[in-house]
């Protein structure tokens, strides 16, 4: 098979997994344009319309998801083969993609990128992150890092931290203003600052534990915002009272920009995990890379 055609055909698989000729591009560091220009060529190659395209959605003919069934294991086995091959190398190379929340990505990954880095110059890694849910297979990552319990069905996990804290935060000048609460129940009268959850499009609601008792409240949000570190500047900005992950306030609490209220209250959320699909054959760089954020 000339190396065209073949290019082609991994153009075309691309784009159907990823739903879009933008996203497909992202992926494979090329522009939009210079997709759509390849699957041209292709259908005019074959003869045979392989998308059916619209301004809203994109999906393979019936042709084109013929073809597609007949692919995919033949791209499974060069993938696979590729991977036998780098276990021959001395050196681990190639590029990781990562997809992580936001809070583990700042204060648990990247910490360790830079030894990680200077151990293994010859491996690149893409860390994206998202506070979604994602289908890391669907998406192409090699990894994600999540909450334990959030993570996806037949997946190897790795633990990679211990449990988070929570903190119940504002500014000195908010509580000179509007009172500091005692006790949960006070929160009501208060000017709170939440949380949406970007997959579920939920409002967190937020949970205290205290002598071996929880309890949740949904608590009125004045502002609502998907972004832990918005909420967070948020908060520094004198907006109202917020429960943020310990090691996203830790800098402006020992600042003074920040003060802790209703200690003895907050919930620790679980350790965060690396996760993997269990059929995935690693490679030399991403079990490097795997030890890299277990040490």
């Not at 007949?70 to 083969?81: C, F, I, Q, T, Y």
């Not at 091959?85 to 190379?93: E, F, M, N």
């Not at 079990?287 to 040490?295: G, I, K, L, P």
Request: proline share 6%; aromatic share 6%.
């Amino acid at each position: 098979m000339d190396r065209d055609l073949w290019s082609g055909l991994a153009v075309f698989a691309q784009i159907v997994e990823a739903g879009s000729f933008t996203k497909a591009a992202a992926r494979m560091g090329q522009s939009a344009s210079a997709l759509s220009h390849a699957m041209r060529s292709l259908e005019t190659r074959l003869g045979v319309r392989l998308l059916d395209r619209t301004t809203r959605s994109l999906a393979p003919t019936t042709a084109g998801e013929s073809l597609l069934q007949r692919l995919r294991p033949a791209m499974l086995s060069v993938d696979e083969a590729l991977g036998t091959l780098d276990q021959a190398r001395d050196k681990p190379a190639g590029r990781i993609r990562i997809n992580a929340h936001r809070p583990a990505a700042v204060h648990v990954v990247l910490p360790k990128l830079a030894p990680f880095a200077l151990s293994y110059p010859d491996v690149a890694v893409e860390l994206v992150v998202n506070d979604g849910l994602v289908d890391i297979t669907a998406e192409r990552f090699d990894c994600g890092v999540r909450h334990e319990g959030e993570l996806q069905r037949d997946m190897i996990s790795v633990r990679i931290s211990d449990p988070v804290p929570l903190v119940f935060v504002a500014t000195r000048r908010y509580l000179d203003d509007h009172g500091t609460p005692q006790t949960p129940d006070d929160l009501g009268r208060h000017r709170c600052l939440c949380y949406r959850y970007t997959s579920s499009g939920t409002i967190h609601v937020w949970e205290f534990e205290r002598g071996g008792r929880s309890l949740e409240r949904a608590i009125p949000g004045t502002f609502v915002t998907n972004d832990v570190d918005l909420m967070r500047d948020a908060t520094v900005a004198g907006l109202g009272i917020a429960c943020l992950p310990l090691p996203h306030a830790q800098r402006h609490l020992a600042a003074g920009e920040l003060v802790e209220i209703l200690s003895g209250w907050a919930p620790t959320l679980p350790p965060n995990h690396l996760y993997y699909p269990s059929r995935r054959l690693p490679s030399a760089a991403f079990r490097a890379f795997v030890q890299a954020m277990r040490d």
